[in-house]
């Protein structure tokens, strides 16, 4: 399905006001409600290009404009209209271009095939829309409206690419070209490396041979601790008895 849908009604929509208050009344199913309309713009002239056939160049001359949370619809005074699914936009901006204010959008018309693309990526296809408003001062509130409903229906595709990673992110050690050293101490070390460890295991101190060394006596036997003289009481020591 391209991204732009000739249509001969606008769809149907509510106000925000008229939304509130069936949201308020607690409806059986939120899933019947009508979508909202954001912002209606009388007085528009639109340009599509490529042209869409069907649609020419009176049809896009005068028109009202609907900024609806479903889609974004545009009805001429000669009674055809056309009407674009936002996840189908895939930029907008306000331009102020020398041929006048306008909003632009770029229209992505592979949006409905698998992966969000043809099947072959050069097959990639682009419909420019330009809305131009009689009334400059409606591009703010029209570009906002715009957004708004935009963001209500984000890319189906912006999952997947999430989901794919960085290539390198995982590699095989089976074909990274690395492999195991299985030489001898010899063959690892350069002439260099093994003068290097000498020097160390020269001058490195096994602090558990030191500990035997101090304790052990001369004929290899751990000496005994000397134990202090015990002090011996006499009877002189002792206090006289008082009379």
């Given at each position: 399905?391209p991204?732009?849908?000739?249509?001969t009604?606008?769809?149907?929509?509510?106000?925000?006001?008229e939304?509130r208050?069936?949201v308020?009344?607690?409806?059986s199913s939120?899933?019947d409600?009508?979508?909202?309309l954001?912002h209606?713009e009388e007085?528009?002239k639109?340009a599509?290009?490529?042209p869409?056939?069907?649609?020419g160049?009176?049809?896009?001359a005068s028109g009202?404009?609907y900024?609806?949370?479903?889609?974004?619809t545009?009805?001429?005074s000669?009674?055809?209209?056309?009407q674009?699914l936002?996840?189908?936009?895939?930029?907008?901006a306000v331009?102020?271009?020398?041929?006048?204010?306008?909003i632009?959008?770029?229209?992505?018309?592979s949006?409905?095939?698998p992966?969000?693309?043809?099947?072959?990526?050069d097959?990639?296809?682009?419909?420019?829309?330009?809305?131009?408003?009689q009334?400059?001062?409606?591009?703010?509130?029209?570009?906002?409206?715009?957004?708004l409903c935009?963001?209500l229906?984000?890319d189906p595709?912006?999952?997947?690419?999430d989901?794919m990673g960085?290539?390198?992110?995982?590699?095989?050690p089976d074909v990274?070209?690395?492999e195991?050293f299985?030489?001898?101490?010899e063959q690892?070390?350069?002439?260099v490396?093994?003068?290097?460890?000498d020097?160390?295991?020269?001058?490195?101190v096994?602090?558990?041979e030191?500990q035997?060394e101090i304790?052990?006596?001369e004929?290899g036997?751990?000496?005994d601790?000397?134990?202090?003289?015990?002090?011996?009481?006499t009877?002189d020591d002792?206090?006289a008895a008082?009379?």
């Amino acid at each position: 399905m391209p991204a732009v849908t000739l249509i001969t009604a606008v769809p149907n929509h509510v106000s925000p006001e008229e939304h509130r208050t069936i949201v308020g009344a607690t409806p059986s199913s939120f899933s019947d409600i009508p979508p909202v309309l954001r912002h209606k713009e009388e007085n528009v002239k639109v340009a599509l290009e490529p042209p869409v056939e069907g649609f020419g160049e009176a049809d896009a001359a005068s028109g009202t404009l609907y900024v609806i949370e479903s889609a974004l619809t545009f009805m001429s005074s000669t009674g055809k209209g056309f009407q674009v699914l936002y996840p189908s936009i895939t930029l907008h901006a306000v331009s102020r271009a020398e041929a006048g204010p306008s909003i632009y959008c770029q229209l992505d018309e592979s949006v409905d095939q698998p992966n969000g693309s043809g099947e072959d990526d050069d097959d990639f296809a682009m419909r420019e829309l330009s809305i131009i408003p009689q009334n400059a001062n409606s591009l703010e509130p029209i570009f906002e409206a715009l957004s708004l409903c935009a963001s209500l229906h984000p890319d189906p595709n912006a999952d997947d690419d999430d989901d794919m990673g960085d290539d390198n992110a995982f590699i095989d050690p089976d074909v990274n070209g690395f492999e195991p050293f299985t030489g001898t101490e010899e063959q690892e070390l350069s002439e260099v490396g093994r003068a290097a460890l000498d020097y160390l295991e020269s001058i490195i101190v096994n602090p558990y041979e030191k500990q035997v060394e101090i304790g052990e006596g001369e004929d290899g036997q751990f000496a005994d601790a000397e134990e202090p003289e015990a002090t011996k009481s006499t009877a002189d020591d002792k206090p006289a008895a008082s009379s």
